[in-house]
């Protein structure tokens, strides 16, 4: 059971490995564009407000920029961390073919740990708690009326041969005096 036990911990350490590189593929092989990183400064914001009696429309410049050391902390808390993917697109039918593959994977996973639940035994899903410890309790008294039986028999086989010994020690003295 304990093999079992172990095959079913190492199928679900795999199947999240496959999550793990599948979402990792996926977000590094992805056909879109990145996202920009940071938006021109240049650009202006207009904004329309309509009321019932009258209409406004005002522009606003975008705000100044900061300083050089905010403009540079900026900057720095743009930047990727140095163990992030970087994008590396594929073709969209190359992309889709290995996400393809990828699931195929995974759902091949998914079945060998079903077909090693399948396997498990039963008895521990169908029996109560209750009904369990009392068959640990019946297995116990088992065990240790087998356990005293065996005793016994070891017992009664050590007195026989301790009286063998005793009688071959005691004949062997006094047949050993009467030849000297």
Do not use: W
Not at 120 to 147: F, H, N, Y
């Amino acid at each position: 059971m304990a093999d079992r036990l172990t095959q079913l911990q190492d199928c679900f350490d795999q199947l999240a490995t496959q999550f793990y590189a599948s979402i990792r593929y996926t977000i590094t092989h992805h056909p879109l564009p990145p996202p920009p990183t940071h938006l021109d400064s240049t650009t202006t914001t207009t904004t329309t407000t309509q009321n019932p009696t009258q209409t406004t429309t005002s522009t606003t410049d975008p705000p100044p920029p900061p300083p050089p050391s905010q403009q540079q902390q900026q900057q720095q808390q743009q930047q990727p961390p140095s163990d992030a993917p970087t994008h590396r697109p594929t073709t969209p039918i190359t992309f889709f073919s290995s996400l393809t593959e990828l699931a195929h994977d995974i759902v091949l996973k998914t079945q060998q740990i079903e077909i090693l639940i399948a396997s498990l035994p039963v008895v521990a899903l169908e029996t109560s708690e209750r009904e369990q410890m009392e068959k640990i309790g019946v297995l116990e008294r088992e065990l240790r009326d087998v356990e005293g039986r065996r005793a016994e028999g070891v017992g009664r086989e050590r007195d026989g041969l301790l009286g063998r010994v005793e009688g071959g020690l005691l004949g062997g003295a006094g047949g050993g005096g009467d030849g000297c």
